[in-house]
Nanobody
Framework: QVQLVESGGGLVQAGGSLRLSCAAS??????MGWHRQAPGKQRELVAV???????NYADSVKGRFTISRDNAKNMVYLQMNSLRPEDTGVYYC?????????WGQGTQVTVSS
């Protein structure tokens, strides 16, 4: 059974940093990433990383966020620096194997101005 469990969200002031973690189990994943959903908005891609490759980022987070993964531990991380109020939302971990895409339950990130 595949499980994705996020951690690391919270409340931070603008300009601050947070690190999100996602623990995956039950499969080996070709790609892992993070999406977010702000209130009243559609879920959007934040960053994605394939096994061993560099990450790809939404334009809005380039230069501020860094995605990384530990293949041995089946973990993916999102280091978020210089956070802005518009980064507020629920952040979801997702992972893709040969069969389908999986989602975590999400972790709330709130950036106060």
């Amino acid at each position: 059974q595949v499980q994705l469990v996020e951690s690391g969200g919270g409340l931070v002031q603008a300009g601050g940093s947070l690190r999100l973690s996602c623990a995956a189990s039950g499969s080996v994943f070709n790609a892992m990433g993070w999406h977010r959903q702000a209130p009243g908005k559609q879920r959007e891609l934040v960053a994605v990383i394939t096994s061993g490759a560099n990450g790809n980022y939404a334009d809005s987070v380039k230069g501020r966020f860094t995605i990384s993964r530990d293949n041995a531990k089946n973990m993916v991380y999102l280091q978020m620096n210089s956070l802005r109020p518009e980064d507020t939302g629920v952040y979801y971990c997702n992972a893709l194997n040969l069969q389908r895409q999986y989602w975590g339950q999400g972790t709330q990130v709130t950036v106060s101005s």
